[in-house]
């Protein structure tokens, strides 16, 4: 039984559930290094879930365990973005996805390491050190979302909570083995998120298992009066509409994919693929050919609006001044982001980028009018290990199959396809804006549809 039926059917209380994850965590995150800080509040907030479900008035999440990224505003805890910037920076407030997950009686277990500032595919940036991958020992867990991810891998939490700006849900997702969403831009409210490039970061849902993702992401999604970018969509009840019957549902896979990743994580890839068409989907082959431009175009973008988000941080509201106590990429982004935002570069570098964006975007969009939906692996390569070091530029390339989506503004969720020398490798899923439903439905049969 899942967490979510043992709660419903009452075999398990909030407080339990709260308890054995504490006990869990306890025990193991010495070594997975998933959790930042705890809620000390977490028991206390459980037990007024119990009371709550006695009265029969408990929300959609009664009781389930819910970890929060550490560049997400959780009140009273504190926002570290992994950073020394904001190492005791505590939130004054809860962001709006917080205060959605409290009305439905969720429970906030804790904040999680992540890259610093959300930059990075591995973390290992982090200034609170790195996090294991506790699916494949030895290998980094990915990111910047691994807090999240391997606090789900581990077991110290039924859900979680990530950002996705250029992947960040979906490659820690895949190398962990779990499920993670990337809604929609402007789907679910990123008030309360700390910038990483707002024109591209959302906060979307892991969990362990699919109806468990659509359940934290139908909370999380919605019109807010207090944010302008967000859609006006009535709220989505994706967990009940899960089905597994793809009949009729076309997936395209684009040559390009092959070309840019390993083999091993490709034939992983088709043996899910036909699965899918097991259950009644048809495989048919798209083209992608500008996929090479969708890293520069991301990280141009990345470094010019970082900069401009990090000039906040200039040691006088909040904790210290940024360039004079972050890590090296951090500083690396601030740098490059600096010298092209200047005039003369703009035109060169990020006019630039803004082209390449909309023909990535034009080109993912139109790909996607003929299926329903787009289908391949979520990384290149598989997770290094742990230490190993890389270039930037060779950390960067993790993202050249994330990215796409970010760019286009449309939907992507992974889920494991199988495992290559016992390292999970996630399929990805993209569809048209707001059709999170198909990417839901399509993983859930991959899953087995229970
Ligand atoms: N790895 C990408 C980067 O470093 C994506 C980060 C993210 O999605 N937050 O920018």
């Known amino acids: 039984m899942s967490a979510l039926e043992e709660l419903r059917s009452g075999a398990l209380s909030a407080k ?18 998933a959790f930042i800080e705890l809620n000390p509040h977490a028991e206390q907030e459980a037990r007024r879930v119990d009371e709550r479900i006695e009265e029969g008035k408990a929300g959609k999440l009664a009781g389930l365990v819910v970890a929060v990224k550490s560049n997400i505003n959780v009140r009273g805890l504190r926002a570290t973005c992994a950073s020394k910037t904001l190492e005791n920076y505590v939130s004054p407030y809860d962001a709006t996805v917080i205060e959605r997950i409290r009305r439905e009686d969720g429970v906030i277990i804790g904040m999680t390491n992540m890259d610093e500032f959300a930059c990075g595919s591995s973390g290992e940036t982090s ?12 290998r980094i867990p990915g990111g910047s979302s691994s807090g999240s991810a391997a606090a789900i891998a581990a077991g110290f939490a039924d859900l979680a909570l990530g950002s996705d700006t250029g992947g960040s849900i979906r490659n820690p997702a895949s190398h962990c083995g779990v499920v993670g969403i990337k809604p929609t831009y402007g789907l679910v409210p990123r008030h ?3 910038d990483l490039a707002m024109s591209l970061d959302q906060i979307g849902p892991l969990a362990g298992d699919v109806r468990s993702a659509a359940l934290l992401l139908e909370v999380i999604a919605g019109h807010s009066d207090r944010e302008a970018t967000t859609l006006r969509v009535s709220p989505p009840e994706y967990s009940s509409a899960l089905s597994a019957d793809l009949s009729g549902m076309r997936i395209g896979f684009a040559r390009e994919f092959e070309e840019y990743t390993a083999k091993e994580i490709i034939r992983e890839v088709k043996h899910a693929l036909s699965k899918l068409e097991a259950q009644g989907a048809s495989v048919v082959e798209v083209e992608l050919p500008s996929l090479d431009k969708a890293l520069p175009a991301y990280y ?38 600096r010298y092209i935002s200047q005039k003369e570069y703009s035109g060169r570098y990020y006019r630039r980028a803004l082209q390449f ?10 790909a996607l009018a003929e299926v329903d939906l787009l289908a391949g692996p979520t990384t290149p390569k598989l997770p290094h290990r742990l230490g190993e070091s890389l270039s930037p530029l060779e950390m960067y390339a993790y993202d050249l199959l994330t990215v796409p989506a970010n760019l286009a503004g449309i939907p992507a969720g992974v889920v494991k396809a199988g495992e290559v020398r016992g390292i999970p490798v996630g399929l990805q899923l993209h569809a048209r804006p707001l059709e999170e439903q198909k990417i839901l439905n399509a993983m859930y049969a991959l899953e087995g549809g229970t």
């Open 300 to 337: 141009l973008t990345v470094f010019v609006e970082f900069f401009s988000a990090t000039r906040r941080y200039d040691g006088r509201r909040y904790g210290y001044r940024i360039e004079e106590v972050c890590g090296e990429e951090v500083l690396r982004r601030i740098m490059l982001g």
């Open 127 to 138: 200034y609170f050190g790195p996090t294991q991958n506790p699916s494949a020992r030895g």
């Open 357 to 366: 964006r909309s023909l990535i975007k034009r080109e993912v969009l139109s």
């Open 192 to 194: 309360g998120l700390i």
């Open 16 to 33: 339990e559930n709260v308890a054995r994850y504490l006990e869990a965590i306890e025990a193991r995150d010495g070594e997975v290094n």
